[in-house]
């Protein structure tokens, strides 16, 4: 019978194999019952104490603007270095491989924002109306992040490529109606205590010979701060092997331009003694890093400011070098925090708008347009039109010959001119007109480049956003709060909550700012190459 049902036979085979290892379950369940109770007995002792001892991890966020970048700036720039290395599509950015979504941009007072109202939607996590600083719809003065994370006991800094105090590091600091208000925005920023590193440029509203009251902020300061206000200065703090040992301690202004910091197409192309954005950074992570004051982390806002200026002046050729200038800096930047993986570090990148409306293939006859564009012209230019502009204005011996040499020939490389452009730029030249002569020597290089702009203003379309962060946790954390299509109010929110700041506080602190304008607020409405 056994043999005629061997299924039965070995089912019971298995059954008593089974009560044996049944008894040696229970024999093991009381050994391990015991030796579990006796090592959460010897844990407790040896926990406690550590537990006691256990410093929280720093947390660090830097947030990057690509100041008037569009999506269309960053296929332009990612074209056009597949073209100077000759590389084919494979090549791409870095900013390429963290792309986490877009962004929708417009502001309380307009469909097409402004870069104050865009970097106060950031700082404020508010929508207020375009050329607000740091206040709400109402002009009351809101808490920024860099206030919240300050107020937490974070490091603050500022890293930019124009005026420290234009619209989009002064929203981050400051709160005043106008973004015009430049003067007190300085004032604001050097007196809050809230800010501890500042980089870039803009010296001239710190300073007596730029400032409408005549003070010179830099001289008052003494030694409360650490000044570098010139390159050389720069290069001297930059080029300290170990700044933890050296006198280099915060807070800490560099501020090595008067003005706005000379376009990248024109520094690769002259002798500037500055530093590169990447440079700035990275004296930035330094100081902050390494700062003895650095007990919990840091907030720093690191903007490609002048992408934008490339887009008001329509300038083609300047594009690609001020975007991939960028690049170089968030690539760095994400270097040094994968190389700190004690301490949790996140990147978050977007744009305030879209600057020109511009369009890569752009029809220049009536015949329809070929599919295709030119980065070779671009690659060819050596300056901007503003610097080429300034320059025709400036020196005295321009003549035919000149534009034929110097200009077309040299800064250019544009072969094919016509007699109609000579006649033009000498007849610009001649009327002094600054504006017009850098749009008709730009339009010279897009046409040839089959690059459009639409406006020598902002455009409302969507911009892209980036995110990185060193462990795949917190990537994963952080991409959960931007990814996909969201408003500019949102980004803020992943500051607060990752840092765990206290907006109610920091807009406490805030509404006893006083924000009014000093001077009767003048803006200068009919010069659309000022940049804003
Ligand atoms: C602008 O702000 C006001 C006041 O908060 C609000 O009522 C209005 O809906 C806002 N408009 C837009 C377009 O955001
Ligand atoms: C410099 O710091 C001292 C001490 O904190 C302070 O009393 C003084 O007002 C500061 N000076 C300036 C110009 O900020
Ligand atoms: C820098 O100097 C500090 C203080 O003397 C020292 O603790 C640290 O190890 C030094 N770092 C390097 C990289 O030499
Ligand atoms: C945030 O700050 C406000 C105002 O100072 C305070 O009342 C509140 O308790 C704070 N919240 C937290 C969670 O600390
Ligand atoms: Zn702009």
């Known amino acids: 019978m056994s043999e005629s049902l061997p299924l039965l036979n070995s089912l019971k085979k298995q059954s008593k194999k089974q009560s044996l290892s ?48 569009g999506p269309n700036y960053v296929t332009l720039t990612r074209n056009y270095k597949q073209f100077i290395n000759n590389n084919d599509y494979a090549e791409l950015l870095q900013l390429d491989q963290h792309l986490s979504g877009t962004s929708r941009t417009r502001s309380n007072s307009s469909w097409v924002t402004d ?12 929508k207020t109306y375009n050329g607000a600083i740091g ?3 109402h002009q009351n003065p809101c808490g920024t992040v860099l206030e919240a994370a300050k107020m937490a006991n974070y490091l603050t800094g500022l890293v930019v490529t124009t005026r420290i105090t234009d619209a989009t590091p002064a929203s981050f600091s400051a709160h005043v109606d106008y973004r015009s208000q ?43 701060w650490t000044t570098a206000n010139d390159p050389a200065s720069f290069f001297n703090v930059y080029n300290q092997k170990n700044i933890t040992e050296s006198e280099v301690t915060l807070p800490f202004i560099s501020l090595f331009e008067m003005g706005d910091v000379p376009f990248q197409i024109d520094v690769e192309n002259m002798a500037y003694s500055g530093p590169s954005l990447k440079e700035e950074s990275e004296l930035a992570l ?21 992408i934008d200026h490339c887009g008001h002046n329509n300038d083609a ?24 993986p004690d301490e949790d570090f996140i990147l978050f990148s977007t744009s305030d708008h879209e600057t020109g409306g511009m369009t890569i293939s752009r029809q220049i006859t009536s015949d329809y347009p070929d599919y295709i564009w030119y ?22 011996n321009v003549d035919e010959k000149f534009l034929k040499k110097t200009l077309f020939a040299d800064w250019l490389g544009i ?26 020597i730009n339009n010279m290089v897009g046409i040839r480049a089959r690059i459009g702009f639409s406006t020598h203003g902002h455009s409302a379309i969507d911009v892209n956003t980036y995110l990185h962060a060193n462990s795949e946790s917190l990537l994963n954390y952080a991409f959960q709060r931007v990814r996909g299509n969201r408003e500019n109010t949102e980004f803020g929110s992943l500051v607060v909550e990752f840092l765990g700041l206290n907006m109610t506080a920091a807009n406490e602190y805030a509404s006893g700012i006083n924000h009014g304008p000093l001077f009767a607020a003048t803006e200068n409405i009919d010069e659309y190459h000022n940049n804003i």
Do not use: W
Request: aromatic content about 10%; proline content about 2%.
């Open 22 to 69: 049944n008894s040696l379950v229970k024999k093991l369940l009381v050994f391990f019952t015991l030796a579990a109770i006796f090592i959460t007995i010897i844990l407790q002792f040896l926990i406690i104490e550590p537990k006691q001892l256990e410093v929280e991890r720093k947390k660090n966020f830097i947030f990057f603007v690509t100041d008037g970048t």
């Open 115 to 126: 870069s104050a109202a865009g970097a106060t939607a950031f700082s404020c996590l508010l």
């Open 135 to 137: 206040v709400d719809h």
């Open 182 to 224: 430049e003067d007190q925005i300085a004032e604001q920023q050097i007196s809050s205590g809230m800010v501890d590193l500042m980089i870039g440029g803009g010296l001239q509203h710190f300073v007596s010979g730029g400032r409408k009251d005549g003070r010179d902020i830099i001289k008052e300061l003494g030694s409360n």
């Open 286 to 306: 330094r100081l902050l890093h390494s700062s003895p004051d650095n007990e919990k982390g840091f907030f720093l806002l690191i903007e490609g400011s002048r």
């Open 317 to 340: 050729a300047c594009i690609p070098r001020e975007l991939m200038a960028f690049d170089e800096a968030f690539n760095y930047v994400k270097t040094f925090a994968d190389e700190h």
């Open 375 to 396: 980065p070779e012209v671009l690659a060819k230019v050596k300056h901007s039109g503003h610097y080429m502009a300034q320059q025709l204005l400036t020196k005295n």
């Open 415 to 440: 072969e094919d001119y016509t007699k109609e452009d000579i006649k033009q730029i000498l007849s610009l030249i001649e009327s002094r007109n600054s504006g017009f002569l850098q749009d008709y």
